[in-house]
């Protein structure tokens, strides 16, 4: 796991109270397979998904914020209970915003994941900003924290972890399932 660089970050990391990430090469590998009857198709990890529902049972709220939009991404939320999920946001900040708002909460008490150039200005609102392992270089540069697992492929989970670290929370939930 990637740790976070100094005390600063960790106490950052630690205020975290909402979990904002995108979906395209985050919580997926970034490929869109659509077939030829528009059908579009997702590959979600479990074990990210784990990482999100491990989140909100430590109080952390999670929300998912994506320019595109697909039924998949409904449904996978749905199984999970994310309830906070805004599709067709071709403005990230703007949606991060009108967000924040509605949930009464401080960007500076949010993390927000990303990938690519499209999500820096709703980073940008935030106390805390990651990137997958193989986020595109220009975001990678400027996010507080990049994972070693790359998007769709445990990044979620490696950064679900590390937040409940931050709070003294990770032991706990892996104890949980002793
Ligand atoms: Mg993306």
Redesign the pocket.
């Known amino acids: 796991m990637s740790a976070l660089a100094d005390d600063q970050l960790r106490a950052r990391a630690a205020a975290i109270e909402l979990a904002v990430f ?5 919580l997926t590998d ?1 490929r869109l397979i659509l077939d030829d009857h528009g059908t579009q198709t997702k590959a979600f990890h479990v074990r990210d998904g784990l990482g999100l529902k491990a989140l909100m049972r430590h109080g952390i709220q999670v929300a998912v914020i994506t320019a595109r939009r697909s039924g998949v991404v409904e449904r996978r939320m749905t199984e999970l209970g994310v309830v906070h999920l805004r599709q067709g946001a071709g403005d990230k900040q703007a949606a991060l915003g009108e967000l924040l708002d509605e949930l009464g909460v401080d960007g500076q008490r949010t993390s927000f994941m ?3 150039l ?2 820096w200005s709703a980073m940008k609102l935030c106390g805390l900003s990651a990137a997958p392992g193989d986020a595109d270089a220009w975001i990678r540069a400027r996010v507080d924290l990049v994972t070693t697992a790359p998007g769709g492929q445990g990044a979620v989970r490696e950064f679900s972890e590390l937040l409940l670290a931050a709070r003294g929370a990770l032991k706990a939930w892996q104890d949980s399932y002793l």
């Open positions: 995108d979906v395209d090469g985050v970034g990303g990938d690519d499209i999500d």
